[in-house]
């Protein structure tokens, strides 16, 4: 849909604020249960496979939600979408609090989920019409320090939590946070709207639920199925399907609930490209590094947490720095280097073994989040840059949507990359060692020999994945050599387009 933005004198800083906090919350609840995930599989008694779910499934809902939230922006009110977003991830954190069973606490994920969804492209678009395009790197790496402020003090206060109480008490200790936001959301959000004349086109909706949510259910459920079972392909065919049917039906009406002309903008097809490939890719960090630390080297959460809280700290302090940087440079020459430490960074994780030292992992994770924190918001700007102001919406709901759909896609096929390497060297392993023995091993000898060759293939797991990210991530630098400072499009307006304005005070 069309639109224009009337902005006030100066930008509503009171919203910003308020729309910063929620979303901090949402994303300090994420970075949380990182380092919880390998006690959460020993009290659920669930696997790798099943577990990854609670950040699959919450990647999942955000991927079938996000793209009505185009619709939804232009629809409604700022105060009405934040109220309700906050409200369903307050519920969503209760029952997780207070769930004791495995499928109850994923019900509980994707409650969160579907309020968090709604969030992240509310705030994007408040931050694109708020600020003028020589100030919007600067914007959005103030922005992108606070939200970065998560996974800096996430890791470390979970690990904090976990080794003295349980896991459970990672959503009681958002719970009342969450509470008193919604409240002063309450009481203190006021904006305006005129009446805006566009409905939901249910069967768009529909598709694109089936679309995404089969392509990302499919590509979840390798890990744990395999890629010959027909749940995973025929899910992942059905995906394909019903978003082709989605993408042809939007490009053929005059107000699509998610537009995918926006495409036709180049810097913003290359910046959504090579998001979406790093994002695959980037989980293999967040989801390897606490499983080998805790599970492969018997480090404790307290102590995990620790060790990722310097990469996290330097990746938000560098966010406003990278801002500044792209308003004076752009974001080609940014995107350049990050991608390149990143990349580096990532090939030497795939070289971890039992000895490897505390230090040596808590300097390599820093050095790739410095790294890190001159791609995404550097790329995803200048893409965004590009799109004429009645686009926004649009474009922040894509790059979201995009962004969640391959994430999803990237922590399934990791672990299902983990999961099949671990088993085919744990057999290999196991053949050899039989081959050796010269006589029949006691009990106690057998079990500590699988022990072993169980820890060397998970091991083996690991570095094998960290070796396909950083194949993966090299193309991203690739491609980030064409990268153009981005100029905004000539707007095109209209009578209709005239006459409906979303007005930010």
Same mark, same amino acid.
């Given at each position: 849909?069309?639109?224009?933005?009337?902005?006030?004198?100066?930008?509503?800083?009171?919203?910003?604020?308020?729309?910063?906090?929620?979303?901090f919350i949402s994303f300090l609840n994420n970075t949380l249960l990182n380092v919880a995930l390998p006690s959460m599989m020993k009290d659920l008694d669930v696997d790798t496979s099943t577990i990854q779910w609670l950040t699959t499934g919450f990647m999942l809902v955000n991927g079938i939600m996000i793209p009505s939230t185009a619709f939804l922006i232009q629809?409604?009110?700022?105060?009405?979408?934040?109220?309700?977003?906050?409200?369903?991830?307050?519920?969503?954190?209760?029952?997780?609090?207070?769930?004791?069973?495995?499928?109850?606490?994923?019900?509980?994920?994707?409650?969160?989920?579907?309020?968090?969804?709604?969030?992240?492209?509310?705030?994007?678009n408040v931050m694109l019409v708020s600020f003028p395009i020589e100030k919007r790197g600067t914007a959005m790496g103030v922005f992108g320090l606070i939200l970065m402020f998560a996974p800096a003090i996430g890791p470390?206060?979970?690990?904090?939590?976990?080794?003295?109480?349980?896991?459970? @008490? /990672?959503?009681?200790?958002?719970?009342?946070? %969450? *509470?008193?936001?919604?409240?002063? =959301?309450? +009481?203190?959000? #006021?904006?305006?709207?005129?009446?805006?004349?566009?409905?939901?086109?249910?069967?768009?909706?529909?598709?694109?639920?089936?679309?995404?949510?089969?392509?990302?259910?499919?590509?979840?459920?390798?890990?744990?199925?395999?890629?010959?079972?027909?749940?995973?392909?025929?899910?992942?065919?059905?995906?394909?399907?019903?978003?082709?049917?989605?993408?042809?039906?939007?490009?053929?009406?005059?107000?699509?609930?998610?537009?995918?002309?926006?495409?036709?903008?180049?810097?913003?097809?290359?910046?959504?490209?090579?998001?979406?490939?790093?994002?695959?890719?980037?989980?293999?960090?967040?989801?390897?590094?606490?499983?080998?630390?805790?599970?492969?080297?018997?480090?404790?959460?307290?102590?995990?947490?620790? @060790? /990722?809280?310097?990469?996290?700290?330097?990746? %938000? *302090?560098?966010?406003?720095?990278? =801002?500044? +940087?792209?308003? #004076?440079?752009?974001?080609?020459?940014?995107?350049?280097?990050?991608?390149?430490?990143?990349?580096?960074?990532?090939?030497?994780?795939?070289?971890?073994?039992?000895?490897?030292?505390?230090?040596?992992?808590?300097?390599?994770?820093?050095?790739?989040?410095?790294?890190?924190?001159?791609?995404?918001?550097?790329?995803?700007?200048?893409?965004?840059?590009?799109?004429?102001?009645?686009?926004?919406?649009?474009?922040?709901?894509?790059?979201?949507?995009?962004?969640?759909?391959?994430?999803?896609?990237?922590?399934?096929?990791?672990?299902?990359?983990?999961?099949?390497?671990?088993?085919?060297?744990?057999?290999?392993?196991?053949?050899?060692?039989?081959?050796?023995?010269?006589?029949?091993?006691?009990?106690?000898? /057998?079990?500590?020999?699988?022990?072993?060759? %169980? *820890?060397?293939?998970?091991?083996? =797991?690991?570095?094998?994945?960290?070796?396909?990210?950083?194949?993966?991530?090299?193309?991203?630098?690739?491609?980030?050599?064409?990268?153009?400072?981005?100029?905004?499009?000539?707007?095109?307006?209209?009578?209709?387009?005239?006459?409906?304005?979303?007005?930010?005070?």
């Open positions: 849909m069309e639109q224009s933005i009337k902005k006030t004198a100066s930008p509503p800083y009171g919203i910003i604020a308020v729309l910063m906090i929620g979303a629809k409604y009110t700022v105060r009405r979408l934040f109220l309700v977003a906050m409200g369903l991830f307050t519920a969503g954190t209760v029952i997780a609090g207070i769930a004791h069973a495995f499928p109850l606490l994923l019900a509980a994920r994707m409650v969160q989920a579907s309020g968090s969804a709604i969030m992240m492209p509310l705030l994007m470390t206060l979970s690990g904090w939590i976990i080794e003295h109480y349980s896991w459970r @008490m /990672l959503f009681h200790f958002i719970t009342p946070i %969450a *509470l008193v936001i919604l409240l002063i =959301g309450y +009481l203190k959000l #006021k904006d305006k709207k005129e009446k805006v004349d566009i409905t939901l086109d249910v069967f768009s909706l529909l598709l694109s639920s089936i679309g995404f949510g089969g392509l990302l259910y499919g590509f979840s459920s390798a890990g744990s199925k395999g890629w010959d079972s027909p749940q995973v392909y025929l899910t992942i065919i059905i995906g394909v399907v019903s978003l082709l049917c989605f993408i042809v039906r939007q490009l053929k009406q005059e107000q699509p609930m998610l537009n995918f002309r926006i495409f036709k903008y180049n810097m913003f097809a290359l910046s959504s490209a090579i998001s979406a490939i790093v994002n695959i890719a980037m989980f293999s960090g967040f989801l390897l590094l606490p499983i080998y630390v805790q599970t492969i080297r018997g480090i404790s959460p307290m102590d995990a947490g620790l @060790m /990722l809280l310097p990469g996290a700290i330097i990746n %938000a *302090l560098m966010s406003p720095v990278t =801002g500044r +940087l792209f308003d #004076k440079f752009g974001g080609r020459i940014l995107a350049i280097i990050g991608l390149f430490i990143t990349t580096v960074t990532t090939f030497y994780f795939s070289r971890l073994s039992f000895e490897t030292t505390y230090m040596s992992l808590v300097i390599l994770h820093a050095i790739r989040m410095f790294g890190m924190s001159m791609v995404f918001m550097p790329v995803s700007t200048n893409g965004l840059n590009q799109l004429p102001k009645r686009f926004y919406p649009h474009g922040t709901a894509m790059n979201n949507t995009l962004q969640q759909v391959s994430a999803a896609i990237g922590t399934g096929l990791l672990i299902t990359l983990m999961s099949n390497r671990s088993e085919s060297y744990g057999k290999e392993l196991t053949q050899s060692a039989m081959e050796n023995i010269s006589e029949q091993p006691t009990t106690a000898a /057998l079990a500590e020999m699988q022990q072993q060759i %169980a *820890l060397k293939a998970m091991l083996e =797991g690991i570095n094998y994945t960290f070796l396909i990210s950083a194949i993966i991530i090299g193309v991203a630098l690739i491609l980030a050599f064409f990268i153009k400072r981005a100029k905004p499009a000539e707007e095109k307006t209209d009578e209709n387009t005239a006459s409906r304005q979303v007005k930010i005070n």
